[in-house]
């Protein structure tokens, strides 16, 4: 029996126990009950006997909730800034004496103490300020403790002990480190930034050190980072390993909320990840991320966001903020500063400011900027890469860190804003891009236990397939060294390499997924269709294990290669798989954008039966839309479902709602027109057919003739244009037969 | 509630009072943003009551969790509100932001009596039956976590009732039980975390 019912089955047994107050009746019953089983009449007599006490347990705690009002201020108030009991200086905590108080830092006060056994030396003892649930921090330290003593690095403070006081705060034993803070001994020497990235690279060794161990530090900050001198040489010390884990345990949305500063301290060095508090694991990569801003303030004296206004902003802005918004490249908030804040800062760094905004300048920008990725999977996969990437600015190499190419930042656009959406906010912004969210939101979820599914197979699979284990390895090489091409813009010569890649691998890095998805853009957009169609092809078996926020817009764009390529069989099947894996989506923009994919060509009645309910969370999406807000692209996917049904009038409405008179430069409005003039057509308005597609052609023409570029959501991608022209060769056929389509628009 | 959760300024204070209503209508919506939102706007009220009650004549009354939800509820949503939905929305998160304030005062409370001399709180030699109101709230609260883990239905209702101190008629509201199963629940869940108790 699980757990579960176990529990369900004691319940119900000592109620109704309960209940009946003849003590034989009650003895009767539980011997029929409990006849077989003598576990639970042990465990429902506990409960009995409990019983009586617990009453008077609760009503006592109860009594301790009643209290006066400047007590309960005291305490609301008090909770951020409650002075802390100081342990008594020479007491005992444990085998330790202390003697002397050291520090006071975000989430505790640090002493200095003796050990009197089993050797007698001196620590550096931490008291945790929070009267937090002592039993859990303690146990979740034991359970690092193992990894934690496998860690042995001459720049990494070892973690010593752990234990509760007194009071029953828990405390953490460390080797005592007699240094200054990192930033402030740069500072107090005014050492330059090679000295500077110097030190840093130490830093990155230690934390190298403890990611192999499987350790990850959590809480990187300069106040974490001792400065010591041996021999005159300045050595950094990592402390605290270990803690910010154990006291971070599993802190809930709510217990967040008021304990966020106590706990974390400063969420400047936070990653987006950590902020979020979403249950996403926080792993390496988030030291990465805090040793970006670590690095950003040894050349800026800033963090890229400000602590404090971070705080002061409350956890949901916060969070927003880690989350969205781009801060200042390092050379760039030099400029920012005041003349004499600015002179002050160089001066610290032993150089004159503008020689250090130059310093700064390019590669050291962008080596913090890689760090500082907001998704970690962009930012340098380990701490090592990030220290060789620095060694390699100081050797005066070319750094792998680069600015992001035109492309890639406005993917990076299409994703924030997404992210917005998600929550609700950027309504227009996302009605301008023409994106939808939820259908992030509902990938995501199925992501997740997709990607579970998968690495279990690959580790079955890992065993038997070492060759071609061996053949997906060259592949990915091939692939992440078109991504370097994709992103210098050689075009070309990425296109050979992923055409020589016959099988692409299963999940490629996100690189290489961006890299088949802007080589196909590229064929697509010089009308090599041929090869596009390959490429999208491989993108969509890709996209089926590792969905990103805009996938359905890679369905969009595939389905036009196919159509356009003169792929029909390939078509047929594609949208015949599409459907099938989206038929049960809600979301309308997900629906809207498969719909109208599958929609393209005239289609056969089996097929409208299959993509009906698709064609309801499209028409749900649309048809509440302000129409003076002319929601073009949600009137595509609705009035071509309607016009493929041979609904003429509601096609005509729904184009009619969409439709922006005045517009003649977007593929939405010359789309709309032209469904519109297929309706009309149909619905014998002849004259209206015809001024319609003449609108929509000369639109389309014009767009084609000047050069069809990826184009963006606002007036269209490329793959809105072709889809654009596909269904204008379709309108031409059925209002002007004879077929006599302009040459320039078939091409 | 869109517009909610782009808030530039987290100064719940000033909140007013449709602010509060679109916020429990998103959480009944189920958007989990919104009742983290709905837990600091109650917290910061309760706060500002007590700040109130200090600064005024009423100083040094005692204050009953029942009666200090009930009044940040009026502050908040006003007496014209109806919708049982949103009452439970409200008491629940009311429960957790009381919960959070007991359990800072008596830790506050155990801190300054100990104040670093050898008593502690510590179950293993605690004698149960001198245990402080404030011991009992504290140890009440941990075993309630781990009930949460085998049975968080039941571990929600003692929450409510403990700590919100909301009767048997509005936990059941507040959870879509009826009231005897969360009179059944109440009873099991007490005996059962103080045999815990008992037992370490």
């Not at chain 1, 034993?173 to 107090?188: A, I, P, Q």
């Not at chain 1, 197979?457 to 990915?476: F, I, W, Y």
């Not at chain 1, 002849?686 to 184009?711: H, M, P, Y």
């Not at chain 2, 009381?98 to 359990?103: E, V």
Request: include cysteine.
């Amino acid at each position: 029996m699980s757990a579960d019912k176990q529990k369900q089955l004691e319940d119900a047994v000592f109620f109704t126990a309960l209940n009946i107050g003849e003590l034989a009746q009650r003895k009767f019953f539980l011997d029929q009950a409990c006849a077989d089983n003598a576990g639970l009449r042990a465990a429902v007599e506990a409960l009995l006997v409990a019983q009586a006490g617990a009453e008077h347990f609760f009503t006592k705690g109860r009594s301790a909730l009643r209290f006066p009002a400047d007590e309960l201020a005291a305490v609301v108030n008090g909770i951020k800034d409650a002075p802390l009991v100081d342990e008594q200086l020479g007491s005992q905590i444990g085998p330790y004496k202390l003697l002397q108080r050291i520090g006071e830092g975000g989430c505790g006060v640090v002493y200095m103490a003796e050990q009197e056994r089993p050797v007698r030396r001196r620590v550096a003892l931490k008291v945790i300020k929070l009267g937090m649930d002592t039993k859990n921090v303690i146990a979740r330290f034991g359970a690092e403790r193992q990894a934690l003593a496998l860690m042995d690095h001459p720049n990494i403070a070892r973690v010593l002990d752990a234990g509760a006081t007194e009071t029953g705060r828990p405390y953490f034993v460390m080797e005592l480190v007699r240094g200054v803070k990192l930033t402030e001994y740069c500072d107090l020497n005014n050492l330059d930034t090679r000295q500077r990235l110097n030190l840093f690279i130490q830093i990155c060794h230690a934390i190298q050190h403890a990611h192999q161990k499987g350790i990850v530090h959590r809480d990187i900050k300069p106040s974490n980072i001792l400065v010591t001198l041996h021999d005159g040489v300045p050595v950094p010390k990592v402390i605290d390993f270990g803690i910010a884990k154990a006291i971070e345990g599993k802190l809930t949305e709510q217990t967040l909320f008021t304990a966020y500063e106590q706990l974390i301290g400063t969420p400047a060095y936070m990653s987006p990840e950590q902020a979020e508090m979403s249950g996403l694991d926080v792993d390496t990569r988030s030291d990465i991320y805090s040793l970006g801003v670590l690095l950003y303030e040894l050349l800026t004296g800033r963090t890229p966001f400000d602590g404090k206004e971070l705080i002061k902003s409350g956890l949901d802005e916060m969070r927003r903020t880690l989350r969205e918004d781009e801060p200042r490249r390092p050379s760039n908030i030099l400029t920012t500063l005041h003349g004499t804040e600015l002179k002050a800062t160089a001066e610290h760094r032993h150089a004159e400011a503008p020689k250090l905004i130059s310093i700064l300048k390019g590669d050291l920008d962008w080596i913090v900027m890689k760090a500082l990725e907001k998704d970690r999977q962009r930012r340098y996969e380990t701490v090592n890469g990030l220290a060789m990437d620095v060694q390699r600015y100081l050797n005066q190499e070319p750094v792998l860190a680069r600015p992001p190419s035109r492309w890639y930042r406005f993917e990076k656009l299409v994703r924030r804003n997404q992210m917005v959406f998600a929550l609700g906010t950027a309504v227009a912004v996302a009605l301008i891009l023409g994106l939808g969210t939820s259908t992030w939101l509902f990938l995501r979820e199925k992501d997740a236990r997709r990607e579970q599914a998968w690495l279990r197979g690959q580790a079955e699979q890992a065993q038997k397939r070492e060759n071609e284990l061996r053949q997906q390895t060259e592949a990915r090489e091939k692939i992440n060294l078109a991504a370097v091409y994709v992103s210098q813009e050689k075009y070309e010569q990425a296109a050979q390499l992923l055409d020589e890649v016959k099988t692409p691998p299963p999940k490629p890095s996100f690189d290489g997924v961006s890299a088949y998805r802007s080589v196909g853009e590229w064929l697509a957009v010089q009308g090599r269709w041929r090869e596009a169609t390959e490429r999208y092809l491989a993108l969509m078996e890709i996209d089926k294990l590792d969905k990103w926020g805009a996938v359905t817009l890679d369905y969009q764009a595939c389905g036009a290669v196919l159509v356009e390529s003169g792929g029909l069989a390939q078509y047929e099947r594609f949208c015949r798989a599409t459907i099938d894996s989206f038929i049960t989506t809600t979301n309308g923009d997900a629906a809207g954008r498969i719909l109208k994919t599958c929609l393209l060509l005239p289609v056969t009645e089996s097929r409208l039966a299959q993509v009906q309910p698709l064609g309801v969370a499209a028409e749900e999406l649309f048809l509440p839309q302000d129409p003076k807000t002319f929601p073009g692209w949600a009137a595509i996917p609705a009035s071509l479902w309607r016009y493929r049904q041979g609904n003429y009038d509601q096609a005509m409405e729904e184009c009619r709602r969409g439709l922006d008179e005045q517009d003649k430069t977007t593929a939405r409005t010359a789309t709309l027109r032209v469904i519109l003039a297929m309706a009309c057509q149909k619905n014998g308005r002849l004259e209206i057919a015809r001024t319609q597609l003449a609108c929509a052609r000369s639109t389309v023409e014009a767009k084609f003739a000047s050069g069809v570029a990826r184009g963006d959501g606002n007036l269209g991608f490329w793959y809105d244009w072709v889809f654009a022209r596909i269904l204008l060769r379709e309108a031409a056929a059925l209002i002007e037969p004879p077929p006599e389509l302009p040459q320039a628009a078939v091409k | 509630m869109l517009l909610l959760v782009t808030r530039k300024n987290c100064h719940y204070a000033e909140t007013n009072m449709s602010e509060i209503t679109m916020i429990l209508q998103a959480v009944a919506r189920g958007e989990e943003k919104s009742s983290e939102e709905l837990f600091g706007l109650v917290y910061e009220e309760l706060r500002r009551l007590a700040a109130v009650r200090m600064a005024g004549e009423a100083a040094g009354q005692t204050l009953q969790p029942t009666a200090l939800v009930h009044e940040a509820w009026l502050q908040l949503v006003g007496s014209g509100e109806r919708s049982w939905q949103n009452r439970a929305h409200f008491f629940g998160a009311a429960a957790d932001a009381m919960r959070r304030i007991l359990i800072d005062k008596a830790r506050r409370k155990a801190r300054l009596k100990h104040g670093g001399s050898q008593a502690r709180l510590n179950v293993d030699d605690l004698e149960l039956a001198e245990s402080s109101p404030d011991d009992n709230v504290l140890l009440i609260n941990e075993a309630l976590e781990k009930l949460a883990q085998d049975d968080p239905e039941q571990a929600r209702i003692v929450v409510l009732k403990f700590f919100g101190g909301l009767t048997n008629l509005e936990v059941a509201e507040t959870l879509g039980l009826s009231e005897r199963s969360v009179d059944r629940h109440w009873a099991c869940a007490k005996a059962r975390i103080f045999s815990w108790i008992r037992s370490q």
